[in-house]
């Protein structure tokens, strides 16, 4: 992964310096943009670092099937990227070794690219790993479970207290049970054992 460098006056003629020279559209690219004081009269200066998507991907999909050929596991790898965001979405014959569990493994494989990429190139990049669109439909589930214990609730008027779930988890039952009316929630409990109480208005 080559990080490219462009100086200039100002963002619009560096950026435009970047992609005229690295013949691609700003989609193409992850920027970063730091601007510096030179000289006596403390003239700004515009810095561009730059990192080609199609590098980092080829980077990662390399790393991720050198990382599970060593778990013993031969995968298939789709790659899209979706706004800014890379996702890897692996197939194999033994999903749930990759999978692990509750998706404990998944969010390794994810942990480890997203901090061997800072690590090489200090830049902050969304990348999403996930098997068989596992983590989709697992977030399905979560939000139908929302919805069916909500009407239970209502129902009953009795308040239902669901598994722990991770921060993101959560947000998605509050965002879930916020579009019925006449129940609400709450989250309480300690990382990482936090959940989510849908109670009666």
Do not use: C, W
């Not at 998507?53 to 980077?59: A, E, R, T």
């Not at 239902?160 to 579009?179: C, G, I, P, Q, T």
């Amino acid at each position: 992964m080559k990080i490219y460098e462009y100086e200039g006056k100002n963002i619009e003629e560096v950026t435009e310096k970047a992609l005229l020279d690295l013949d691609l559209e700003e989609a193409d690219v992850f920027i970063k943009e730091t601007e510096e004081e030179t000289g006596i009269f403390k003239t700004k200066k515009v810095k561009l670092e730059v990192l080609v998507k199609k590098d980092v991907l080829k980077f990662l999909k390399e790393l991720l099937l050198d990382i599970v050929s060593k778990m013993g596991l031969e995968v298939n790898i789709e790659v899209k990227v979706r706004d800014n965001q890379l996702r890897f979405n692996l197939y194999s014959d033994n999903n749930s070794i990759l999978i692990g569990k509750g998706g404990k493994t998944i969010d390794s494989l994810q942990t480890i690219l997203k901090h061997v990429v800072s690590n090489k190139t200090h830049f902050y990049i969304n990348i999403s790993v996930d098997v068989e669109d596992y983590k989709e439909r697992k977030l399905d589930r979560i939000k139908m479970l929302a919805r069916n214990v909500s009407r239970e609730v209502l129902s009953t008027g009795v308040e239902a207290k669901l598994d722990s779930m991770n921060s993101y988890e959560r947000r998605l039952v509050h965002e879930e049970v916020s579009k019925i009316d006449g129940v609400h929630t709450l989250s309480d409990g300690v990382e990482p054992n936090r959940y989510v109480i849908i109670k009666a208005d």
